[in-house]
Every structure is written in structure tokens, then in C-alpha cells.
């Protein structure tokens, strides 16, 4: 069954038209700087800024007053001056099968707009994983894509993408000392343990911001999870991917969804700028991979367009000597779309051409169906009204 919960009983720290500036997403760099603005004297900005660090990443705090170990004075000015900044949870779905899945109200940007995002969490056996948004909408149109259909984009700050993962925190109690507190710890001794950039938009397309958000997730003294465990997917923008991998070095997937041109360049149009075979040059570039560390290919299973045997087969053919998984993902339908998924058995005969040429393939269950939690099912509900109201005015003019 699915739930809905509008107001939350304990509401994030959201102030509205806050002029205060957020420190969430400030690289270490940047918090020691911002403590200088707070009167913190040069000599002392680097501790000071380990332990604010620690009290944000770590903790998980959401105010200066739980900082114990900082003055009161200094508490003060810190407050008076920063916000530690978490997005409006505007709604909070939770799906039959546990997928939770929050659309989130970020701050005015400086045209006044509050632009709204989604990120979901998946909890399975052995992880959880947590999809979170690296754009509001998309730039790019792939046309099996729901996001691709927003018209509405804009990059998302550092501190916007860090603070999806201490809102879900917040919200699934996976803290240290939530855990610690926790008479049931779950099985993988986290609740997110694993984070894909897999939600709204086009990760390389807002590289710098993305590249500090995984610095800061990664961090072992804050968030601390692993840069193996935290999978950056894109559409295929060729020119960054030897810049994330050398820059970023995040896990890596690739959404081919085609193997020829052909197909891509229709299903996937930045195709016609970065066709097949330079992408997978790209791939073959990607520093450190190993049997242990593969790249994964997304793979979304269409009816009739890229699912015959012959696809199949040519995908193995592409991704020779390229250290790889598959993921096979049913096409995942949304209102007004012109695609289906494919049959379970197609499914299951181009898995098993997969998996005889040696690569693991598995077929992603969808999951939070019942909630449009799925992969490419994201669009914010409030655009969707937005552009209906805007609709009906035009029709009324
Ligand atoms: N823009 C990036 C990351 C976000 S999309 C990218 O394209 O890789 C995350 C994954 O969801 C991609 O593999 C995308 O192709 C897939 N996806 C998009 N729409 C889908 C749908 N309707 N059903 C199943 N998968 C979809
Ligand atoms: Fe954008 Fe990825 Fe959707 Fe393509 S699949 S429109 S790149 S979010």
C-alpha cells in the first residue's frame, strides 16, 4: 500500500527567504574560509573547520547549539551568520515494497524560483541504495525518459546533492548514533550503504558541483561512504569521462540502451554528438578498471526496438575487453509514453546471451512501481501541475 505523508511531525530546518547562506556542500576549503567570515582567526579556521565538519557530516546536526564543543560566543556568530541547510520535505512516499521515495523543495535560487526534486531510497537485503538528483530535470531528451520531458532545468548546488543523503539519513534514522542506538541494526550494518547518481538529470553536465558533492560524500571523517560505492551514470557526454575518472573516480555506468547508431541515435539523441564506438573508447580509457572494478551498462528493454537477439549479440561484440556488467532494467512506462517493455521471456533469452559470453546481467526488478519511484519515472508532480495550470490559463486567454 502506499502511503503519502505531507507534513512531517519533525520538519527539516527550512527557513524560508533565509539570507543566511547554507554550509552544507562548502568543500574543507571553503568551511575554513566561511570561518573566517564568522571572526575565526586565521590560525584556528582549519580546526575550527574539522570540528563544525564533523558535527555536519558526522553527526548529522542541524543546529549550531548542538556543537558542545565550540564556544557559546562562537556558536553565536555561526548562527548568526550560516544555516545548516536542509531541503523542505515536501512530500514523503513509501512504497509495498519499502522503496521510499521524497520530493524535496530547495531554497530560492536568485530568481525567487524553489525548484523541486526527487531522490529515492531502495532497501535490499544486503544494501541500500540511494538514488539521488544531480539537475532539476534534464537537458537532454532520450525519449523513453520521463525526466527528459521537464522543461524546466537547472544545475544543483554541491550542497543541494550532499544534502539529499542527510535528508534520507535523517528520515530512515541512519546516523552513527541512530545505528549505534538501534537494537536492530540492519544486515549491511548501514541503512545506505550504496549511492547512484541516477535520478534527475545529467551528472557530467554539472561536473564541478557533482565532483564536490562526491568529495564531500566520500569524506571518511563525515559521510563517509566509499568513492566503490558510489556509481555515477551518464547519458554518455564523451569529453568528461576521462575528467571524472581522474578527477572524480567514482564507480561508472553508461546508459547504452542501443547497439548500433541507429537505435541510440533515436532512443539516446546525445548519441548523434558522441556515437557508440567513441564512448566505449572512452570506457576502455576509464582509469583503475579491473574484473573487480567494472564499468556498468544500463540497458532498458524496449518491445520491438532494441530487444532481439541480434542486439544481444552485438552487445557482447561491443563490450569485448572492456571489464563489464550489465543491467537489464524493464522499461519503466510513464503517462503519454510511446514505448512498452519487452516480454519477460525476450527478457530472460537476451539476459541468457549475456551471461553465456560471461557477463553478469541482472535484471533489475523495478522497484517503488506503485509510487513513479522507478528509473526515469522521475518529474517533479508540482511541474507537472504547474504546467497543466499554465495549460488551462492559456486555453482561458
Ligand atoms: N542522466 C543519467 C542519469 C539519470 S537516468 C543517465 O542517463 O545515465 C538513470 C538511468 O535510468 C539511465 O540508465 C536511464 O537511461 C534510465 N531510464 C530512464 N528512463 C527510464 C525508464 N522509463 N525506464 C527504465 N529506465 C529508464
Ligand atoms: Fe536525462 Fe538521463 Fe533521462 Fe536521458 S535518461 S533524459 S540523460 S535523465
Redesign the pocket.
Known amino acids: 500500500m502506499t502511503s503519502l505523508v505531507n507534513r512531517l511531525e519533525a520538519p527539516p530546518r527550512y527557513i524560508p527567504n533565509d539570507p543566511r547562506p547554507s554550509l552544507v556542500g562548502l568543500t574543507r576549503q571553503a568551511l575554513a574560509d566561511a570561518m573566517g567570515r564568522a571572526g575565526v582567526p586565521e590560525k584556528q579556521r582549519r580546526m575550527r573547520a574539522g570540528q563544525v565538519w564533523h558535527w555536519i557530516y558526522h553527526r548529522g546536526v542541524t543546529s549550531f547549539a548542538e556543537m558542545t564543543n565550540i564556544a557559546g560566543d562562537l556558536r553565536q556568530r555561526l548562527d548568526e551568520s550560516f544555516v545548516i541547510g536542509r531541503p523542505e520535505i515536501v512530500s514523503e512516499q513509501i512504497s509495498s515494497d519499502g522503496t521510499r521515495k521524497w520530493l524535496l523543495r530547495l531554497s530560492p535560487d536568485e530568481r525567487g524560483a524553489r525548484h523541486e526534486i526527487e531522490t529515492v531510497y531502495i532497501p535490499e537485503e544486503d544494501r541500500g541504495t540511494l538514488?539521488i538528483s544531480?539537475q532539476v530535470g534534464?537537458t537532454?531528451t532520450?525519449t523513453?525518459?520521463?525526466?527528459?520531458t521537464q522543461k524546466l532545468v537547472r544545475n544543483l548546488t554541491a550542497g543541494e546533492i550532499v544534502a539529499q543523503v542527510m535528508t534520507a539519513r535523517d528520515r530512515v534514522k541512519d546516523w552513527p548514533r541512530d545505528i549505534e542506538a538501534n537494537p536492530n541494526p540492519p544486515p549491511a550494518g548501514r541503512y545506505i550503504t550504496n549511492i547512484?547518481?541516477?535520478?534527475?538529470?545529467?551528472?557530467l553536465y554539472n561536473f564541478d558541483n557533482v565532483k564536490d558533492a562526491i568529495e564531500i560524500i566520500s569524506d571518511g571523517e563525515g559521510l563517509s561512504l566509499s568513492k566503490r560505492r558510489i556509481t555515477l551514470?551518464?547519458?554518455?557526454v564523451v569529453p568528461e569521462i576521462p575528467r571524472a575518472g581522474a578527477e572524480i573516480g567514482s564507480m561508472l555506468?553508461?546508459?547504452l540502451?542501443g547497439t548500433t547508431d541507429e537505435i541510440r541515435n533515436r532512443l539516446?539523441p546525445l548519441n548523434r554528438k558522441y556515437p557508440i564506438a567513441e564512448l566505449l573508447a572512452a570506457c576502455r580509457q576509464y582509469p583503475g578498471l579491473s574484473n573487480a572494478r567494472r564499468i556498468t551498462f544500463?540497458y532498458?528493454m524496449l518491445k520491438g526496438v532494441n530487444d532481439s537477439l541480434a542486439d544481444a549479440k552485438r552487445l557482447v561484440q561491443l563490450l569485448k575487453g572492456i571489464p563489464a556488467k550489465v543491467?537489464l532494467?524493464?522499461?519503466?512506462?510513464?503517462p503519454g509514453?510511446q514505448?512498452e517493455?519487452s516480454d519477460w521471456e525476450t527478457i530472460e533469452t537476451f539476459a541468457e546471451v549475456l551471461n553465456r559470453a560471461g557477463y553478469a546481467s541482472p535484471v533489475r526488478t523495478?522497484r517503488g512501481r506503485d509510487i513513479m519511484a522507478?528509473?526515469?519515472?522521475l518529474k517533479s508532480e508540482s511541474q507537472k501541475l504547474r504546467a497543466r495550470e499554465r495549460m488551462a490559463l492559456e486555453a482561458g486567454a
Not at 523513453?144 to 527528459?148: L, Q, R
Not at 551514470?233 to 554518455?236: A, E, H, P
Open positions: 538514488c544531480s534534464c537532454l532520450c523513453f525518459c520521463h525526466t527528459g547512484v547518481l541516477m535520478g534527475m538529470g545529467e551528472p551514470s551518464t547519458s554518455g555506468a553508461i546508459s540502451h539516446v544500463e532498458v543491467n532494467i524493464p522499461f519503466n512506462p510513464w509514453t514505448y517493455c523495478p522507478a528509473c526515469g519515472q
